[in-house]
């Protein structure tokens, strides 16, 4: 293995709930007066904290998203994930292979903890993960494409930066792993090659990363 930790992105890597949280939010701010379509949702959020969401609304319109804004959106997910939420397809193969062979690994995710500690516990992928392989944009000042969630899951996980792989399937995902000095492994199932395209290799098929780490 040539890397000492893999950190995973949890949404769209480990569970396929872009869809659903895309879908989700694209409704609610057009709910809200914000006319978004799916497409939009996918190209402006994803991968990124509820910060970036508040701020980009903010800027474009002048206009502050409800208070309760982040409660709503997460309960209507929530419930939606109980309905609907699977792992990605070999999601479940990796992490088997990575805890056989014992390699470190982790995951690290714009999302809250609650949201992961659901997605987790909705698809099974909660006996891959305790609490000390979990790390939320909660644990830090900023989000992605900001570098220091993937600088303070290492540092949690006793692993220098250049030694560590980040696996991600959005655009600012890639940007903050750049930015952190890892390498980074753009999974594009659902993102377009080209928009991953500083990634230090792209893959398509989850099945096929355990070959491409070694």
């Known amino acids: 293995m040539r890397y000492d930790l893999v950190i995973f992105d949890n949404d769209g890597v480990l569970v396929d709930s872009e869809p659903i949280s895309n879908r989700l939010l694209a409704a609610y701010l057009t709910e809200l007066g914000h006319p978004t379509s799916y497409e939009d949702s996918i190209r402006d959020y994803m991968g990124s ?47 088997q292979e990575l805890a056989g062979a014992g390699v470190p690994y982790c995951v690290a995710s714009s999302g809250s903890h609650e949201r992961i500690r659901v997605g987790h516990r909705t698809t099974g992928l909660d006996r891959w993960f305790e609490e000390s392989r979990i ?61 991953l395209a500083d990634a230090t290799q792209l893959f398509r098929d989850m099945r096929d990363l355990s070959g491409l780490l070694v």
């Open 135 to 195: 790390f939320s944009s909660q644990d830090v000042g900023r989000g992605k494409p900001a570098p220091d969630l993937f600088l303070y899951a290492a540092e949690r996980m006793g692993v220098a930066p250049g030694r560590c792989v980040v696996v991600e399937d959005s655009p600012l995902g890639v940007q903050a792993a750049v930015a952190a000095g890892m390498d980074v492994y753009g999974f594009t199932a659902m993102t377009p090659a080209a928009k």
């Open 49 to 95: 904290a509820m910060h970036r969401i508040h701020d980009l609304v903010l800027e474009r319109t002048g206009e502050r998203l409800p208070e309760d804004f982040d409660d709503v959106f997460h309960r209507r997910v929530f419930e939606a994930f109980e309905r609907e939420l699977k792992p990605v397809e070999g999601a479940v193969d990796v992490l």
